[in-house]
């Protein structure tokens, strides 16, 4: 990685959490890396957007009182040098599946680099946890080196390999580390989506099952997917595209041409 190389990094746990520090740490060994982050947890806050936003200056960067799509608009267009690479993370927890891919503020950061032309890696740290709630499970820096190592090494390889010709960004979830370091799977994201609610007199709560059966033993995601990759120990690197492309088909055309039949004035 060239010293030269200009990257953007910001995450949506917030400036001071443990993840965009380790990233930090391992990236500015060897590029200019500018921090423009949330001030503070905007956890799966998607692409929400802020007309104005208040920014601090704290000693890993800028301190941005919003969300982390605020960050890479203020980023890119206002507080740092225009950056080759923007890297969202290292989000503790995973963010696997269609379902989060607009919903995570990790990778809705991604996604907004995207819409200036420019590359992005987002990283999220797959942590299993029991019946501990999971903002009281805490990770140290050591358990995010696996993530950060590969992040290193995907930000120093993949621009001049040509990766990002075919992919706007890419989702990669990294299991904890186990000694050896893992092997990269290339995935796709798991169609798995099992959400559901329960009603208790003026409260609704929201319940997401998808995370009730990750034994790698009964895993229902088929081969290929980011879930099972990481479930089953290895470094899910999905390449994804953006914006959503668009699928142009017949019955939709003629839906449209009917329509118009329908509402176009008659002679008489």
Avoid: Q
């Amino acid at each position: 990685m060239s010293d030269d190389l200009e990257i953007l990094l910001t995450n949506d746990d917030g400036i001071d959490s443990t993840g965009i520090r380790a990233l930090y740490d391992t990236l500015s060994d060897h590029a200019n890396v500018t921090v423009v982050a949330p001030a503070d947890d905007r956890s799966a806050c998607g692409r929400s957007l802020s007309h104005e936003v208040d920014v601090d200056e704290r000693e890993l960067g800028y301190a941005v009182h919003g969300t982390p799509a605020d960050c890479v608009v203020a980023g890119l267009a206002e507080l740092g040098p225009f950056p080759d690479l923007v890297v969202a993370g290292c989000n503790k927890g995973a963010n696997l599946g269609e379902y989060v891919l607009g919903r995570s503020g990790t990778i809705s950061a991604a996604v907004e680099a995207a819409f200036f032309d420019v590359p992005a890696i987002a990283t999220s740290l797959y942590v299993p946890v029991d019946d501990t709630p999971f903002d009281e499970v805490e990770v140290t820096a050591e358990e995010y080196a696996e993530a950060t190592r590969v992040t290193s090494y995907l930000a120093e390889h993949a621009l001049e390999a040509g990766v990002f010709d075919h992919a706007a960004y890419l989702n990669v979830n990294v299991p904890l580390p186990d000694g050896e370091p893992a092997p990269i799977e290339i995935t796709r994201p798991s169609k798995r989506y099992e959400m559901d609610a329960e009603r208790d007199g003026a409260r609704v709560t929201l319940h997401d099952r998808v995370w009730n059966d990750m034994d790698p033993d009964s895993l229902p995601d088929p081969e290929g997917t980011d879930r099972r990759a990481v479930v089953e120990g290895r470094i899910s690197v999905s390449p994804l595209t953006a914006p959503h492309s668009t699928n142009h088909h017949d019955a939709l055309d003629a839906l449209a041409r009917s329509y118009r039949e329908t509402v176009e004035p008659t002679d008489g």
